[in-house]
């Protein structure tokens, strides 16, 4: 996903101010974050908006399963004061038997 995500952003040099990425059903959006977070630290992206979609599931909640470093990257990263606010993330459910149909536009998606 690393390489996608550095490929786009070469080929579209623009989406380094707002990439949106969009996952369907990710096991765990946790690395995405990081690696938002990485890229973002390597001066490759100013600002990015990860959006993670969800068939409904028993649990609402979503785990992140970050280590205690990452988890402070990510929160430092995606919390800023809203002026400053250039990461963002949202975490919805989508209808049963339904895909990427009514996403927001993304520039990467990915379906798990």
Same mark, same amino acid.
């Given at each position: ?10 080929? /579209?040099?623009? +989406? ?5 990425? !969009?996952? %369907?059903?990710? *096991? ?6 990081? $690696?938002?977070?990485?890229?973002? /630290?390597?001066? +490759? ?5 990860? !959006?993670? %979609?969800?068939? *409904? ?6 785990? $992140?399963?970050?280590?205690?470093? /990452? ?42």
């Amino acid at each position: 996903m690393r390489e996608i995500l550095r490929t786009y952003l070469q080929v /579209d040099p623009s +989406a380094r101010h707002q990439l949106r990425v !969009t996952l %369907l059903d990710a *096991p765990d959006a946790g690395p995405y974050l990081v $690696l938002l977070c990485d890229l973002a /630290d390597e001066e +490759a992206l100013d600002g990015a908006h990860l !959006t993670v %979609l969800r068939h *409904p599931r028993e649990k609402a909640g979503a785990d $992140l399963h970050l280590e205690a470093d /990452d988890e402070y990257r990510v929160a430092h990263r995606f919390s800023a004061t809203a002026e400053r606010r250039r990461f963002t993330v949202e975490i919805d459910t989508i209808a049963p038997g339904r895909l990427l149909e009514d996403a927001a536009p993304a520039h990467v998606a990915v379906a798990f």
